[in-house]
């Protein structure tokens, strides 16, 4: 990306996190009420820390850092950096107030504006639309995050107005067929990838089937009807301990209310639209329901060929693949090494992107990555066969 092109997305991409936190009352940005869930505050400093850290402090002779704190208390993972705060104490930073992270941002992005003027090495350009991407998946975060803030509020209340996010409907039914074959299957050209997707190479497939639409809301209540969180033959043996353990019988957000199921979306509580397309479930949730349905999930392989002829990108879609590297991944040195290599383990893929994901950042390529119990992302299934 031209320095032009670089300057323009970074404003953009800063502006659409402010966008996205603006209906929020100051009390809004501060609660963490699980481990998982990082408050609004804690989003909009880290990723500024990611440009201050990564792009001014090495690059920028005689930089001085906004606040020398900031850095334990926005670092996220990057060993590499130094000592962090523990994940579960986000919701314990009251101090620095939401007024000074928004001044850390301001501060950081005067100086980020300056040093792009005549930024021309390629490299460090590369650094920046890595931030930028970067700060692109913490925007869905926010808004995934903010949803569970204000969902688990015992008044439900409005995030936006009309943002309902979770009532879009299929555009099409029936199957696609895929016939046998080997594929090349990983990133390609010049555009913007992660390093995980990276490592082009070839896959062989069976011939396989696959669901042009997503899994409905009335399709999963079906599931729910006939006993499916009862049925521990439908479930794998760690889904059915999660499924016990946590006194899980519906969905995330879903709630039985005088008869009728209900679920909360950012536009408040809604009733349950059986027509839309069901979110916010687990791979533990999408298995069974495969097996309920005597379907499966697809690879994440067969998911990416498939893609040039499905409507995607209304949820992170499961699929039966776990998150591993492809032939010659290799982690960068330093901690931008630590950005995805270190997660290989103990997750499973989705594909695709959702109502959250943020304008640009979807590609069919994509590796998005996620626990097996995890289900505050717009998550959401298709089924092979």
Request: aromatic fraction near 16%; proline fraction near 5%; glycine fraction near 8%.
């Amino acid at each position: 990306m031209e320095t032009t092109g670089i300057r323009e997305a970074f404003h953009r991409v800063r502006k659409h996190s402010e966008y996205i936190c603006e209906p929020l009352e100051t009390e809004d940005y501060v609660p963490q009420p699980v481990a998982f869930v990082s408050p609004p505050k804690w989003h909009l400093a880290h990723s500024t820390w990611f440009f201050e850290t990564f792009i001014l402090k090495p690059n920028v002779p005689g930089y001085r850092v906004y606040d020398p704190d900031f850095n334990y208390l926005f670092n996220s993972y990057y060993n590499n950096v130094g000592e962090r705060t523990l994940r579960t104490d986000r919701g314990n930073v009251t101090r620095p107030t939401t007024k000074a992270v928004y001044a850390y941002r301001q501060y950081v992005d005067g100086q980020m504006d300056t040093f792009l003027e005549e930024l021309a090495d390629p490299g460090i350009l590369a650094l920046v639309e890595l931030g930028l991407h970067h700060e692109q998946q913490h925007q869905e975060l926010l808004v995934t995050d903010i949803k569970y803030i204000l969902g688990h509020n015992p008044l439900f209340p409005v995030y936006r107005e009309g943002q309902n996010m979770v009532s879009g409907q299929n555009t099409e039914t029936g199957f696609l067929a895929i016939p046998e074959g080997v594929y090349d299957i990983g990133h390609q050209g010049s555009g913007f990838c992660f390093d995980n997707e990276l490592g082009r190479h070839k896959v062989y497939l069976h011939g396989f089937e696959i669901d042009k639409g997503l899994v409905t809301n009335g399709a999963y209540i079906e599931f729910m009807q006939a006993g499916g969180y009862q049925d521990f033959n439908l479930w794998l043996d760690e889904g059915w301990a999660w499924v016990n353990a946590h006194q899980v019988s519906s969905p995330m957000y879903w709630h039985l209310i005088e008869g009728e199921w209900h679920y909360f979306t950012l536009n408040g509580l809604q009733k349950v639209d059986p027509d839309a397309i069901l979110s916010h479930i687990s791979f533990f949730e999408a298995a069974a329901f495969a097996q309920w349905k005597g379907m499966r999930l697809p690879t994440e392989f067969e998911w990416e060929i498939a893609a040039a002829n499905l409507d995607w990108g209304q949820r992170w879609e499961w699929t039966n693949s776990a998150y591993l590297p492809y032939p010659g991944f290799s982690k960068a040195p330093g901690a931008v090494g630590e950005y995805n290599g270190k997660f290989m383990v103990n997750q499973m893929v989705l594909r695709g992107a959702s109502v959250a994901t943020s304008p640009g950042h979807a590609r069919k390529t994509y590796r998005n990555f996620f626990h097996t119990h995890e289900r505050w992302q717009y998550t959401g299934i298709r089924l092979a066969r």
